[in-house]
């Protein structure tokens, strides 16, 4: 079973910075492409970033492209989030996931039905 916990959420004000940390217990997550979600209230979860398991090559929802930086450290069994220039309306929780077949991004990155496993969400609000 794989168990993915986020951390490093909280409030921040408008153009501040935040790093998200997804951790996991259990098996590991080295051989997986990885991604980032969020969900606002009231609104559908949405993809915000994903990684390739080996060769770094990133992915980003064009609203946090060139402010948001997705990488990961496979010896650490960790991905990260680092989110520059924040503005209000990245206020959401915030979830990293597993998708679902080792090694490959066939099928896509940004869509949510592509990913196996989830943590429980670390909440990011900015404040204006």
């Known amino acids: 079973q794989v168990q993915l916990v986020e951390s490093g959420g909280g409030l921040v004000q408008s153009g501040g910075s935040l790093r998200l940390s997804c951790t996991t217990s259990g098996r590991t997550i080295n051989i997986y492409p990885m991604a980032w979600f969020r969900q606002a209230p009231a609104k559908e979860r949405e993809f915000v970033a994903a990684i390739s398991w080996n060769t770094g090559i990133t992915y980003y929802a064009d609203s946090v492209k060139g402010r948001f930086t997705i990488s990961r450290v496979n010896a650490k069994n960790t991905v990260y989030l680092q989110m520059n220039s924040l503005k209000p309306e990245d206020t959401a929780v915030y979830y990293c996931?597993?998708?679902?077949?080792?090694?490959?991004?066939?099928?896509?990155?940004?869509?949510?039905?592509?990913?196996?496993?989830w943590g429980q969400g670390t909440q990011v609000t900015v404040s204006s």
């Open positions: 996931a597993r998708k679902m077949t080792p090694f490959s991004v066939r099928g896509g990155v940004n869509t949510s039905t592509e990913y196996q496993f």
